[in-house]
């Protein structure tokens, strides 16, 4: 299934969710609040590991293979096998909230609220 990863992530009322990152300015470290872009977040979910969740030689493998696909795709939509989305969901219940989880699973699906787009 081809997926729209340049998409910003929508909260239940139809507003872009925010993700607090932080700038330099002026030699400072300054907090700032950008979009949730979908692969940005994919990308993020899967480097993300504790000492619980770690992932295996061949996990990490096609993890790696899943964030190429994710930024070879030039903005275009990215062909997401089932594995692939699967193994995003599986890992968004681990480290993500609820809201964000619903969220990213939706946007894999390419399920969206009428009215909202």
Do not use: H
Not at 55 to 78: F, H, R, Y
């Amino acid at each position: 299934m081809k997926v729209d990863t340049t998409k910003i992530l929508k909260n239940l009322k139809g507003d872009d969710m925010q993700i607090l990152t932080s700038e330099t300015k002026d030699g400072k470290s300054v907090p700032k609040q950008e979009p949730m872009i979908l692969r940005e977040v994919i990308t993020n979910l899967l480097n993300m590991e504790d000492q619980e969740n770690r992932l295996t030689p061949e996990k990490k493998s096609k993890a790696w293979q899943i964030m190429k696909k994710l930024w070879d795709g030039n903005g275009e939509k990215v062909e997401l096998t089932v594995d692939d989305r699967a193994f995003i969901n599986e890992r968004a219940k681990i480290f993500y909230p609820t809201m964000t989880c619903g969220v990213i699973g939706d946007a894999l699906e390419e399920k969206v609220d009428k009215g909202k787009e």
